[in-house]
């Protein structure tokens, strides 16, 4: 009697590995290459923050605040709510771990007669938010090219031009855009390198540069963790809470491992763990950083932040490294801060990618692509590089509309984070816990994330003095609002507004979600056949 053999099926049907298994319930087939192991992960989410060359971009806002007081204090403030966030944003992404994100799980908690509407404004504030990251890294490092040229000049007094600004700022974005068209297990590997680099910065802030630091500069501990300098002009109590935008916009992006999910293996517990874990370690570092600054700052806090260098914390190295020594770090520091750019331009276009997929961007057929020869979406890439091009001719207008790219990254990102955190508790829906789950705590931790995220929000629209001009004013308010504007008007759009045809994430392989909003003709005859044969894979 002939038997068959135990090998012949697998052959026919190769049996989903768990990872393409749970993304086919979330309606989606694999595309990408799984080469992100969990600790490049983990090591993407901790080199996207980009601890010291992030604190460099933000010094601004911390000095005028509050001084060395609202340096230390301040992120040892922010940090435990930040730590809600990303605690929120992580059960979330262990229950579905997609490339689309917040945008998928804001359709998939929220009422029927509002997730089609939350889904696009989640979508486009995420899109938004990401690319305005990538113009923001970049420009923090225009910035930080010329004031390594002004260190290295003899008087500091170098002055580019903004058209030179410019040309520095496209050949950055350019040449990220081509690193990032690189396949999927080249850029998981870089990310080792990346993590190196940045932790060993974080040490060199830490260790060294308190020894190196000379006893005119050196800080006694009342002052470096006492004293409160306010020169912004507001109440100090205000001033304060303004200081803390800094960690806010440094520990920021914790939705960046969230999008490499299709190109993560175990991603339904390598995700929420690579958020949670590169907080922690940010603001461990990060406060060690601050504390470290403020002790090797000097007194006069003045003279530091009106530096003719341009950037403080340039300063800072200047005084107590000399000016070799300090350029040697600083070019280090620019390094490190072109990594987090490329991993910024990264992770937008797989948000993009996801968005794409499920058409609710112009151009949406182009878009959808993943290139044969790297198997990841150049299309993409170079979609998100034209945009963050375009975003940097605002330095054409006003320095403060520049500016204001800083503040929209993280006003856009917090409508994207409070809009799933709470639909997930206001509507009655049918939310599967991942393998990360905060049980009992989950609720007390949404609120507090929440209605931190709200409060910080309308703080990211204040200027930074009370007594300001036109010239002067913080437009992020106006330029987020000109965004959110165009992307409900397109939805709203008569005849061909995504209210017309959005119907949120669209399964490209099985039915997962919202398959009774779904016509049964959205996958050819083929697509359907081979979905069919993979769900009975599966079910075997």
Not at 29 to 37: L, S
């Amino acid at each position: 009697m002939a038997t068959a053999r135990p090998s012949a099926i697998p052959k026919l049907h190769p049996q989903p590995n768990t990872d393409e298994t749970t993304l086919a319930k979330l309606g989606y087939k694999q595309e990408f290459h799984r080469e992100f192991t969990p600790l490049e992960v983990s090591g993407l989410a901790f080199s996207f923050v980009g601890v010291v060359p992030s604190i460099v971009s933000v010094l601004f806002y911390a000095i005028p605040n509050g001084g060395p007081f609202a340096m230390v204090w301040g992120w040892a403030i922010a940090c435990p709510f930040i730590m809600c966030i990303g605690l929120a944003m992580a059960e979330l992404a262990s229950s579905a771990p997609t490339s689309g994100g917040l945008y998928y799980w804001t359709y998939s908690l929220a009422s029927p007669r509002c997730r089609n509407l939350l889904s696009w404004i989640v979508g486009y504030s995420n899109t938004i938010e990401i690319i305005t990251g990538v113009a923001s890294v970049n420009w923090a490092c225009t910035i930080q090219i010329t004031a390594a040229i002004r260190i290295a000049s003899s008087d500091q007094a170098y002055t580019a031009t903004n058209a030179q600004l410019y040309g520095i700022y496209a050949a950055l974005v350019l040449s990220h855009a081509v690193l990032v068209s690189f396949g999927t297990r080249v850029l998981a590997r870089l990310q080792r390198l990346y993590t190196l680099m940045n932790a060993c910065l974080c040490l060199i802030i830490i260790i060294a540069l308190p020894i190196a630091t000379p006893p005119d500069y050196r800080n006694s501990a009342s002052f470096a963790l006492g004293d409160f300098a306010n020169s912004s002009g507001w109440p100090s109590g205000f001033a304060f809470i303004l200081s803390l935008m800094a960690p806010l916009y440094t520990i920021g992006g914790y939705d960046a491992s969230v999008h490499m999910s299709e190109e993560a293996s175990n991603a339904a517990s390598a995700i929420p763990w690579a958020i949670v874990s590169s907080i922690a370690i940010c603001a461990v570092l990060g406060w060690g950083i601050n504390v470290s600054l403020a002790f090797c700052m000097g007194t006069d806090v003045g003279s530091v932040f009106n530096s003719p260098i341009g950037q403080p914390m340039a300063q800072i190295l200047f005084n107590s490294l000399g000016q070799k020594r300090a350029l040697i770090l600083w070019c280090l520091i620019i390094l490190a801060e072109y990594m987090v750019a490329s991993n910024c331009l990264l992770v937008g276009s797989r948000q993009t990618f996801a968005f794409a997929r499920d058409g609710a961007l112009p151009l949406s057929r182009y878009l959808y692509r993943i290139n044969r020869y790297t198997g990841t979406p150049v299309n993409t890439v170079w979609f998100d590089a034209v945009c963050v091009l375009a975003i940097g001719l605002l330095s054409f207008v006003s320095t403060q509309a520049i500016n204001a790219v800083f503040s929209i990254a993280v006003t856009a990102s917090y409508i994207a984070f409070i809009t799933p955190i709470t639909t997930r508790f206001a509507f009655k829906n049918n939310f599967k816990p991942g393998p990360f789950y905060l049980g009992r705590l989950s609720f007390p931790v949404a609120v507090i994330a929440v209605v931190w995220m709200v409060f910080m929000i309308t703080v990211f629209f204040f200027p930074a003095t009370p007594q300001t001009t036109t010239q002067e004013m913080n437009y992020t308010v106006v330029v987020l609002g000109g965004f959110l504007f165009l992307a409900i008007s397109w939805y709203y759009c008569p005849v061909y507004g995504g209210v017309h045809w959005f119907n949120g994430p669209i399964s490209n392989f099985s039915p997962a979600i919202g398959s009774e909003n779904r016509s049964e003709d959205s996958m050819s005859e083929k697509e359907q056949r081979d979905a069919d044969v993979f769900v009975s894979a599966v079910d075997v």
